[in-house]
């Protein structure tokens, strides 16, 4: 192990520690932050400076503007698309949904008027094939490639 050296101090081990001076209240914050990381301190602050570093963000300057610009500009495009998925259901409503209820409801009617009564037909049901699972499904092999 190499010895390092601190104010004529000699200190055994590889850590290669450094102190840093900021104020009483900042650390008090910081250790609180870095508690609910369960991470060291170092560890912390290791990863506050590669996320500033790899996002290209400056605590002081435009780093927060261009996040939060981001967020808007992310929900104005959320917000189009939401509505033209609402203009696609209401189209739906118009043109097929609306026209087969009004249609059902007159041919209801035309029954009805008619004095017809229903006739209680047994509803057949078709027996079902059970060799579906020795077929592999896109499921199951997603399943077992991805676990």
Known sequence: MEKQSTNDRTKKG???????????ETAIRFRSYSK?????HSEVLDGMV???????????????????????KLERQMMKKFDR????????????IRPTYEMMLILYEAYVRDGRK??????????ERMDFWSLETPF????????
Not at 14 to 21: C, K, R, V
């Open 36 to 40: 609910k990381f369960g991470k060291s």
């Open 50 to 72: 590669c996320y500033f570093k790899e996002n290209n963000l400056d605590p002081f300057g435009e780093g927060t503007k261009i996040i939060v610009d981001n967020i808007k």
């Open 14 to 24: 590889s850590g290669g520690y450094s102190n840093i001076t900021i104020k009483k």
């Open 118 to 127: 229903p006739k209680r037909e047994p509803v057949k049901i078709r027996e």
């Open 85 to 96: 998925l609402i203009a696609i259901i209401k189209n739906m409503e118009k043109t097929s």
């Open 140 to 147: 199951q092999k997603w399943s077992m490639t991805e676990c």
